[in-house]
């Protein structure tokens, strides 16, 4: 590989096209680009949600291969086109295998491609499990202090599920300014919540509980935050969120049916996240309808929607590969500026149509 210091610059519309060439930015430099930056990355991924509500993108459905011999693992393709002042095409595949963690490595990994808006060449292949939890937690960051507006602002949080995206989304909440004066737990492994209990104790935390039970997590919680690997509804009481808090529902398939048609629904993308067994899809596929869904984020931020204060509010971000080209986007050109960019020599060999 070759480090290059600076960004070749793009030809014009008349102008011949280089040679294409091929970068590689491993996690390290990803998350040296990203560090220290949650409100870039906060409303970067806002005007992204603004561009894809205009209809400056193209987010095709997740294509989702599953295995008949592993049925908790999967890999997902999210292909995405986003337009704008830097816009760029890509794709990220991004798998889940939950057995992992048994094993000492974390359950998801991931690949992002970039590809060039003018010939389609791909030109980086960025390692993208950071990525995707970065944008992850800068959605729920950005839907927390969206949806929080006209209601008093959420003082206890409530983590169920304490993998890396619950980590991800304390960092951001954090880095943005949220203060809590209480802070709950709760994971079916136990050793995992003691894991996710100190790590927001060296983090400065001043009051954690880990919680027995889902209900007293739930009902002792203005903010509850769901990042679990459930893969159907696990959590069916109405009467938990009777105090009608603030649910980042990021994990999408923990919420019954029941409880989603008792509270107010916003989401990032109504065809996508009615899709794939989620929450909200389950009470489509139970009612026939989709009145039940109050709005996406972004009608929320350009205020056609209100989000009542009466009421539970559920936010299911099914997760655009927008946001994902958006940040690697950001992350590839902040690697350029720091003199990093490691290109790949030689990657495109057949370049003479005729030999």
Known sequence: M????????????????????????????????LTGRAHEIVELVEATYRLHGAGDSVNPPSYFLKFPDRPTSRIIALPA?????????GL??????PANVAAGIPRASAVLILNDHETGYPF????????????????????????????????????????????????????????FDQIGVHDLSADSAAGFRLYLEQSGAASVTVHDSAEQLIRTSDLVVFATVAGEPHVGDVSWFDHHPLVLHVSLRDLAPEIVLDSANIVDDVEHCL???????????????????????????????????????????FGLGVLDLAVGKY???????????????????ELRRYG
């Open 81 to 89: 086109s986003i337009g704008g002042k830097s816009p760029v095409d």
């Open 275 to 317: 899709k794939a067994g989620t929450s909200p899809h389950l009470a489509e596929q139970r009612t026939g309808r989709r009145d039940f869904l109050t709005g996406t984020l972004d009608d929320v931020m350009s205020g056609r929607v209100t989000v009542p204060t009466d009421r539970t509010v559920v936010f299911s971000p």
């Open 124 to 179: 980086a292949c960025l390692e993208s499990s950071i990525i995707s939890a970065t944008r992850t937690a800068a959605s729920a960051a950005l839907a927390a202090d969206r949806l929080s507006r006209g209601r008093p602002r959420p003082r206890r949080v409530g983590f169920f599920g304490t993998g890396l995206i619950a980590r991800y989304i304390h960092t951001f909440l954090a880095d943005t300014g949220w203060e």
């Open 92 to 97: 990220k595949w991004i798998s889940s295998f």
């Open 2 to 33: 070759t480090t290059v210091h600076s960004a070749e610059p793009r030809p014009t519309a008349s102008a011949p096209h280089p040679a294409p060439s091929f970068a590689v930015i491993p996690g390290a430099q990803v998350q040296r680009a």
């Open 331 to 349: 992350v590839y050109d902040e690697v350029i500026r720091s003199g990093g960019l490691h290109v790949v020599e030689d990657f495109f060999h």
